[in-house]
């Protein structure tokens, strides 16, 4: 008997664990695990998916997203043609991957790099090749002394998740005048509206500035708070945006989603409320974590990488005091960081228990 197969390097993909969002014998819960802006989207951005939905949901959507892309162009400053919009920026990542690497191609990421990467590269047959970072941070040198023939592109998260740290623009500059001009540098920004750096910078301006071997990834579920609807962004050399159009999916993005993104964009406002709710917060919780004797990463996301004094047992035996306290935050194993949980910023009164919560199991 013959079975159907999958292609090479599918089945060495470790399927994602998304972040729980239900414990048992609990009504309601306080979810710190998935990043998810504890502010919810803005208000127009809900009443403008609803109005999308009443207009007519057999109609299919605009395939390539123009009201939005001119949104996002507006609030950006970036010409709309270089826009290109997703599905989630996952979407992106997968279809960069499959644009541009193959079997037998390397695809570099960073140790504590997003967990997406080594999906992507799997997916495609290609090799991922890991480099360890220094001090939980990216190393531009440990990235170009990994660099092969085969090398086709580096995934770099600017701010990374789960760690939270960054490089600075200049650094983002000597990793793309290191790498050869027919390497593909993907820079995910998926938090860079929570940065508050002036040594930041998300790359949009390397792009400006006419490289046809870069791209930058955006997301409408951090900052935004529109995880659900599932909407991503890049901008990106007009060249690579033709690839990626011939392959996405045609009516990659609903229209309820595209309704509520473009509202979401042009409202500015909420963005400064969730970001300084986030600035109010990540020192706080750093210090209150630092106090009970954890270690924390220094965050420029909306969530907070803290490493426990005793280790792994010690990590997980909080998550299960945490979690028989209603309080869900993220196990970060899966990235080798067993000793370490990462929690999201949410409401007042959710830092609040949580803080309460951690104090008591640690004392
Ligand atoms: C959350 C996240 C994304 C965004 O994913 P979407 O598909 O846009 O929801 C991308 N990159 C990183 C590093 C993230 O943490």
Same mark, same amino acid.
């Given at each position: ?80 043609? &270089? ?9 992106? @990542?997968?279809? $960069?991957?499959? !644009? *541009? #690497?193959?079997?037998? +191609? ?66 983002? &500059? ?9 390497? @593909?540098?993907? $820079?995910?920004? !998926? *938090? #860079?509206?929570?940065? +508050? ?167």
């Amino acid at each position: 008997m013959t079975s159907i197969k999958p292609r090479d390097g599918i089945l060495n993909i470790t399927p994602y664990k998304a972040g729980d969002a239900k414990i048992e014998g609990f009504d309601t819960v306080i979810k710190l695990a998935s990043n998810e802006s504890p502010l919810g989207p803005s208000p127009a951005a809900v009443e403008a998916a609803k109005n999308a939905i009443d207009a007519g949901l057999h109609l299919y959507p605009d395939p390539t997203c123009t009201a939005l892309r001119q949104a996002i162009g507006e609030t950006y400053d970036l010409n709309p043609e &270089q826009i290109i919009c997703s599905n989630g920026s996952e979407e992106l @990542l997968h279809l $960069l991957a499959k !644009a *541009y #690497a193959t079997d037998g +191609d390397e695809v570099i990421y960073c140790q504590y790099g997003f967990i997406a990467y080594p999906i992507t590269i799997h997916a495609v047959g290609a090799t991922p090749i890991m480099v360890q970072e220094d001090n939980y941070t990216a190393n531009v040198d440990a990235i170009l002394t990994a660099v092969t023939a085969k090398t086709k592109i580096v995934n770099l998260a600017n701010p990374n998740n789960p760690t939270g740290t960054y490089l600075v623009k200049t650094e983002v &500059q000597r990793l793309r005048d290191g790498l050869r001009d027919d390497i @593909l540098l993907v $820079l995910d920004a !998926a *938090y #860079a509206e929570y940065v +508050d750096q002036a040594d930041y910078d998300a790359g949009l301006d390397m792009v400006n500035n006419g490289l046809n071997n870069t791209i930058v990834t955006r997301t409408f579920s951090k900052i935004y708070g529109l995880a659900g609807m599932r909407v991503g962004w890049a901008y990106g050399p007009a060249s690579i945006l033709d690839i990626l159009h011939r392959i996405r999916g045609t009516f990659n993005v609903s229209a309820p989603s595209q309704a509520a993104a473009i509202a979401a964009v042009r409202d500015q406002s909420h963005v400064e409320k969730a970001k300084a709710h986030n600035l109010k917060w990540l020192p706080r919780l750093s210090e209150a974590l630092s106090t009970l004797g954890l270690t924390v990463t220094p965050s420029q996301g909306n969530f907070i990488l803290a490493h426990f004094p005793l280790g792994a047992e010690q990590a997980q035996a909080a998550d299960a005091f945490l979690r028989s306290k209603g309080i869900i935050v993220r196990p970060v194993g899966n990235y080798d960081l067993s000793g370490a949980l990462r929690i999201t910023v949410g409401k007042d009164e959710e830092n609040e228990k949580f803080l309460t919560a951690l104090k008591a199991f640690m004392t």
